[in-house]
């Protein structure tokens, strides 16, 4: 399958950009609206298991928020391959003509506490989401980085 898109490079730019404002808003809500509405939307971190439909994105994200902030920077977006075929578009949930599937890296840092005493903890990431052309909402997003340096962080301030 193709990776090429009927949606822009400008309007991909767009939307992961949204996304990632919106995980930086702290809003579950938000987060939860970027998702296309379908029973086999997932959100994943590294190997775990996926977060199935947006109401559980949701209140995941809700619940993440309480002990995390994090802000995005140094974001770059891949919709075509570089040397091969680096897009992955045959992961679950099944890709189609009416979705396009992009890579993007990342610096996230996040930030436990508040104020002086606050630990930024800044984790480099790489994310593959695979968006709904027609709607422009993802239909997953997989997240890799070390979660054990944030669980870690939580567990010093906890």
């Known amino acids: 399958?193709?990776?090429?898109?009927?949606?822009?490079?400008?309007?991909?730019?767009?939307?992961?950009?949204?996304?990632?404002?919106?995980v930086d808003?702290?809003?579950?809500?938000?987060?939860?609206?970027?998702?296309?509405?379908?029973?086999?939307?997932?959100?994943?971190?590294?190997?775990?298991?996926?977060?199935?439909?947006?109401?559980?994105?949701?209140?995941?994200?809700?619940?993440?928020?309480?002990?995390?902030?994090v802000e995005h920077s140094k974001i770059d977006i891949w919709a075509n391959p570089l040397m091969g075929d680096v897009v992955p578009v045959d992961l679950a949930p099944v890709r189609s003509s009416s979705t396009?599937?992009?890579?993007?890296?990342?610096?996230?840092?996040?930030?436990?506490?508040?104020?002086?005493t606050a630990k930024r903890i800044a984790v480099p990431s790489a994310s593959i989401f695979t968006i709904d052309i027609q709607t422009e909402k993802f239909v997953s997003v997989h997240n890799m980085f070390d979660l054990g340096k944030i669980y870690a962080a939580i567990g010093e301030i906890g």
């Open 100 to 116: 396009v599937t992009v890579l993007s890296t990342g610096l996230p840092t996040f930030i436990l506490g508040e104020g002086a």
């Open 25 to 69: 808003s702290r809003d579950g809500g938000r987060v939860a609206s970027t998702y296309l509405d379908a029973p086999d939307t997932t959100l994943q971190f590294n190997a775990d298991d996926p977060i199935v439909t947006v109401e559980a994105i949701k209140e995941f994200s809700t619940r993440f928020f309480q002990a995390v902030r």
């Open 1 to 22: 399958m193709s990776t090429q898109s009927t949606i822009p490079d400008k309007g991909l730019v767009r939307i992961i950009q949204a996304y990632y404002d919106s």
